[in-house]
Structure formats: C-alpha cells, structure tokens
C-alpha cells in the first residue's frame, strides 16, 4: 500500500527561472532555504519530487554526519547543514557545474562552511564514519553508479549508519540493498520507492552467506 503524499512537509514559496539561472525559495522541514539552479542540472525548475519524498522519511539529529551523494545544487546535504551543522556534512558530485552551484548554494544559506568534493563516486573522498548516507541516483540501464553507490556507500558508514536512497524502479534496488546490507525498508511515496538500510555488520551480507 502506498505511503500518504509527504507534501504537508514541504512548502514552495517562490520559483522563478529563466533560460540561465533559476532561483527557488522552499522550506521543508521547517528549514527555510534559497537555491540557485541552471538549466544544466537536474531538476532545475523545482525540487525533485523523488528527493522530497526520500526528505520526508529522514530525520536529522545534531550527532548526525551526512553524506550527499550526487548533490546536485544541494538541496539535501544544505538542509542537512542547517539542521545538523556544516562542519558535518559532506556533499558529492561528479559534475564540476553542481559542485559550483552546491557551493554558491551553501554561501546564500549560511552553510558555506560544509565541504564540497567533486569525485566520480567515492573516487576522490577520504571521509567515513557516516550515520547517512542520502542519495537520488542517476538511472543507467546497467546500473553502474547504484551498484557503485551502494557497494561503496556501505563501507563508509559508521556502524548503525543508514543509507537511504529514492528510484522510480523497486525489484533491482531492493534486491542489491538486501544483497548488500542483509535487509531494506521500502516505503512508496508519490510514485517514488524510498529505501532505507542499515550497516549491521563489518561485511557485505551477501560476504558473510559465502
């Protein structure tokens, strides 16, 4: 059975775009938040409705170290930084224009503190010892970079650290978190499976069935 609508925990208060930068004014979690977009990056005329439905199932506690994995302009992680503080959160991308405009989004929100990292995956980040790890993975037919972020993303949890993750697409990725972290919580949200695991063990689960 499908999870009721998250959107009584989001309010959008003003969106304009044009044909370069766009600016939305959200608040979500209570949190009030002003992003910079470009056509160029995911999602640029309003937040992602798969990543407000992930949002909506998480919440962040002053201990917490966040990992923003694929931030995009970085909705999740300068929440997160608001939240929690920015000395600990991370926020990921691949894309030297995200990591720009992360970063630019970060200063307009007083989190400019928060560390910004372009890697291909985990290729270029040292840090682990997460408690989450967020991330909105981009969709290929072979599942490269979810396979990648979830065989990686479990090691750099802390023990008791959760990854949580939002697709369209349920039987591929339930299956790999299960594989990897011996179990997975899969709510449906607005269309959207969101799916949360936690890292129980020092090994992949599927290391310890061998």
């Given amino acids: 059975m499908a999870t009721p609508s998250f959107c009584t925990n989001v309010k959008m208060v003003h969106m304009v775009t044009d044909a370069e930068d766009g600016e939305i004014t959200c608040i979500i979690k209570g949190v009030h938040l002003h992003l910079r977009t470009h056509p ?3 999602s640029p005329k309003s937040i992602d409705r798969g990543t407000l439905a992930m949002l909506s199932t998480v919440d962040f506690h002053p201990e917490d170290r966040v990992l923003d994995l694929g931030c995009g302009y970085g909705v999740v992680g300068i929440l997160a930084a608001k939240i929690v503080g920015p000395d ?6 691949n894309d030297p224009l995200a990591t720009a405009y992360a970063r630019l989004n970060a200063e307009l929100n007083g989190v400019e503190a928060v560390k910004v990292v372009q890697s291909e995956g985990f290729a270029a980040l040292d840090e682990a010892g997460f408690t989450i790890i967020l991330t909105n993975p981009p969709y290929h037919s072979d599942f490269s970079t979810a396979k990648h972020f979830i065989e ?3 090691n750099r949890l802390k023990m008791g650290g959760r990854m949580c993750l939002v697709v369209k ?6 299956n790999k978190m299960r594989a990897i972290f011996g179990g997975v919580r ?4 607005d269309g959207y499976f969101v799916m949360t695991a936690e890292r129980r063990t020092p090994q992949w689960a599927k290391s310890l069935r061998k």
């Avoid at 600990?88 to 991308?93: C, G, N, P």
């Avoid at 899969?186 to 949200?189: D, G, L, Q």
């Fill in 186 to 189: 899969v709510e449906e949200i």
């Fill in 88 to 93: 600990k959160v991370i926020m990921l991308d």
């Fill in 169 to 174: 697409r349920r039987t591929w990725y339930e």
């Fill in 152 to 154: 990686r993303g479990f």
């Fill in 40 to 42: 160029r990056l995911f």
